[in-house]
C-alpha cells in the first residue's frame, strides 16, 4: 500500500483530458476526452500520484485524507490563456455608447476604449490594481478556472508598464492561481505618440522591453520556469505587421516567448507573419484567410478563439473555428477578460458560446480550455490535464456529465476547485 496526501474516491466521469505527452490536440484528436467512469485520484505535494478507476487506486493507495464525489463528473481546472484582468475602473459608459451604435476601434480612434483604461491605470497605485485584480481573479477561480494568463498593456509608458507587471507578480504570490505574465506594451500607441507611433515601436524596442525582461529574470516567474510571454496588438489603430515584426525580433532575442492579437478586425497578415516568427498563440483570427488557416494547421502554433468578444460586441459573425478545427490546427479558447471588448470571467461561458456559435462540440470546447489552451501558454507539460506527475487542478462538478458544462449556460457548474490539491468550495 502507498501512502498519499488525499485520495479523491467515487468520482462518477473522470474527464482527464490526457494527451499522454502528446503536445495540444489537433484536429479530430480534439474529440477526446480520455473519460474514465468510476475513477479515483491520489495526490501528494499538490502533484497527481495516481489517476484510474476506483477499485484500481483503492487497492494501491490509502490517503491520510480522503473525500468522495459522490458520483459525481470531475474534468481539469479551466485555463485561461488570454486575459487583461490588471486594471483600474471600468467602461460601462462606453458599453451603453456601443449599445447605441458606437464602434470599438471608432472608440479607440476617439482617445477612449483601451486609452481611457490606460488613464485610469496610470494614476492608480500597485495597492489598488491589486484590489481590483484580486476581485476578479477570484470570480474567475469561482469558475474553474486554476491557471491564467495576464497582459500589461494598460500602462503604455516604461514606469506603467513595469508597475503593472509588478501586480501581476503580486497576484501569483497571494493568489493559489498560476499565473503566466504577458508584457503587451505594444497594445495600442501611446497617447504621447499619437503622431509619431514608430517612435513608440523604437521605446518599446530600446527601453521597455528590455527592462521587461530584466524585471523577469528578478522575478518569482522566473524561478518557478514561468516563461514570459511578448505580444502585440496588430490592428489598424494600433500596429502594423512590420511593426510586429520589429517588436517580435527584439522580444525574441532577449527570450520572450512570442503571441500576438490577430485579425480580430481586420486581416493585416498578422496571422502568417506571427506562425512564421513561431509564435506560441495567435489569438482572435476572426478574420484569418483561409490560406493562413492551412498555415497554422501545418505549425506548431495554436489559435486562441475568443467568442466571448464576439457575444459582448453582439456580432453574428464568430472566428472560424470549426474551419480550423476541421483543417487540423490545434485550438484554444479564452474569456480575454478585459474591461472593453469582453469583460466575462467564465470560461464556462466562453465553452458555451463556442459550442452554439462555432460549433465545438463539448469534447472540443474542454479541451480547447484545458490542456491546448495550457500549451498555448508554454505548460502544458504541468497543467491542463489529470494526469500522473502533473499539479493537482481539478475541479468537482456539480453534474454527472461533463457534457453539462456546455449545455446549461449562466451559472456556476463548479462545486469544488482543487488547486494544486488544496480545496476551495463554492458550495
Ligand atoms: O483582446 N484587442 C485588444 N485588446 C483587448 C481589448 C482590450 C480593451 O478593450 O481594453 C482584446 O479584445
Ligand atoms: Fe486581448
Redesign the pocket.
Known amino acids: 500500500m502507498q501512502q498519499a496526501e488525499l485520495v479523491i474516491t467515487d468520482i462518477g466521469q473522470l474527464v482527464t483530458c490526457a494527451a499522454n505527452g502528446r503536445g495540444p490536440k489537433r484536429g479530430a484528436e480534439m474529440r477526446e476526452v480520455n473519460l474514465i467512469e468510476n475513477a479515483s485520484v491520489a495526490i501528494s505535494d499538490g502533484i497527481f500520484t495516481a489517476v484510474g478507476p476506483h477499485q484500481e487506486i483503492l487497492d494501491e493507495f490509502v490517503g491520510e485524507r480522503t473525500f468522495s464525489a459522490e458520483g459525481r463528473a470531475a474534468c481539469p481546472g479551466f485555463v485561461d490563456p ?1 486575459t ?1 484582468i490588471v ?1 483600474a475602473g471600468d ?1 460601462l459608459d462606453e458599453f451603453v455608447l456601443k449599445l447605441q451604435g458606437a464602434e ?1 476601434l471608432d472608440i ?1 480612434s476617439a482617445g477612449g ?2 486609452l481611457s ?1 490606460v488613464k485610469k491605470s496610470r494614476e492608480a497605485s500597485v495597492d489598488l490594481l491589486v484590489d481590483e485584480s484580486l476581485a476578479r481573479l477570484n470570480k474567475m477561480f469561482k469558475a474553474g478556472t486554476t491557471t491564467i494568463e495576464i497582459k500589461t ?2 500602462g503604455l509608458d516604461t514606469k506603467a508598464e513595469l508597475k503593472m507587471l509588478q501586480v501581476i507578480e503580486r497576484l501569483d504570490v497571494i493568489h493559489e492561481a498560476d499565473i503566466v505574465p504577458t508584457f ?1 506594451a505594444a ?2 500607441i501611446a497617447p504621447e505618440f499619437r503622431n509619431d507611433p514608430e517612435a513608440y515601436v523604437s521605446l518599446i524596442c530600446e527601453e521597455m522591453l528590455p527592462a521587461a525582461w530584466n524585471w523577469y529574470l528578478g522575478s518569482h516567474f522566473y524561478q518557478k520556469s514561468t516563461p514570459f510571454f511578448c505580444d502585440v ?1 496588430t ?1 489598424r489603430n ?1 500596429f502594423d505587421v512590420e511593426q510586429m515584426g520589429r517588436i517580435f525580433a527584439t522580444a525574441g532575442s532577449l527570450g520572450f516567448r512570442l503571441k500576438s ?1 490577430v485579425d ?1 478586425f481586420s486581416n493585416l497578415g498578422g496571422s502568417e507573419a506571427s506562425i512564421r516568427s513561431h509564435a506560441a498563440s495567435i ?2 483570427l476572426d478574420a484569418i484567410s483561409e490560406r493562413e488557416v492551412g498555415i497554422l494547421a501545418e505549425s506548431d502554433t495554436i489559435g486562441v478563439v ?1 467568442p466571448t ?1 464576439n457575444f459582448s460586441a453582439g456580432k453574428v459573425e464568430f472566428a472560424p473555428a470549426r474551419r480550423l478545427i476541421d483543417k487540423g490546427c490545434a485550438v484554444a479558447l479564452s474569456t ?1 477578460f ?5 469583460p466575462c470571467p467564465s470560461m464556462p461561458m466562453a465553452m458555451a458560446i463556442a459550442s452554439r456559435y462555432q460549433r465545438l462540440l463539448p469534447s472540443e470546447a474542454l479541451n480547447a480550455a484545458t490542456i491546448n489552451a495550457a500549451h498555448s501558454v508554454g505548460l502544458g507539460d504541468r497543467f491542463g490535464s489529470i494526469e500522473v506527475g502533473k499539479a493537482a487542478d481539478m475541479l468537482i462538478l456539480d453534474c454527472v456529465d461533463h457534457r453539462q458544462i456546455v449545455y446549461e449556460f449562466g451559472g456556476n457548474l463548479v462545486l469544488h476547485v482543487i488547486k494544486r490539491g488544496k480545496f476551495t468550495s463554492n458550495g
Do not use: K, V
Open positions: 488570454h487583461h486594471y467602461r470599438y479607440l476604449g483601451i483604461t498593456g494598460y503587451l497594445h495600442t496588438f490592428e494600433a492579437h480580430q489569438d482572435h475568443i468578444e480575454d478585459n474591461p472593453g471588448s469582453a
